[in-house]
């Protein structure tokens, strides 16, 4: 079992910037690909895709054609931490972001055995 616990979120002004941290427990995370999903109102977290992948190993990385070039996601397996990096942020990033882990370099929901209870990114106009 794997607990994980997101931090970092918050009210942010468009333009600015949060990294999201991601806590992993109960076992070490680098047997893991660890993903990053949004959950806007009105949207389904389970069923939507990952916004941000990274490997186990962190040589290899996904990021979402709505995210690319804004959100970079990196781990500190040493740490047991995996983050998200997001700059120049938009009122439509306005969600609650969850990490999730799993054994498979995925995008779909569906892949991933742990979840975090996330945390709200809000961001103003």
């Known amino acids: 079992q794997v607990q994980l616990v997101e931090s970092g979120g918050g009210l942010v002004q468009a333009g600015g910037s949060l990294r999201l941290s991601c806590a992993a427990s109960g076992r070490t995370l680098d047997s893991y690909v660890v993903a990053w999903f949004r959950q806007a109102p009105g949207e389904e977290r389970r069923g939507g895709l990952a916004i941000s992948v990274i490997s186990a190993n962190g040589a290899e990385r996904y990021a979402a054609a709505s995210v690319r070039g804004r959100f970079t996601a990196s781990r500190d397996n040493v740490k047991n931490m995996a983050y998200l990096q997001m700059n120049s942020l938009k009122p439509e990033d306005t969600a609650v972001y969850y990490c999730?882990?799993?054994?498979?370099?995925?995008?779909?929901?569906?892949?991933?055995?742990?979840w975090g209870q996330g945390t709200q990114v809000t961001v103003s106009s």
């Open positions: 999730a882990a799993g054994p498979r370099f995925e995008i779909r929901s569906y892949a991933f055995d742990y």
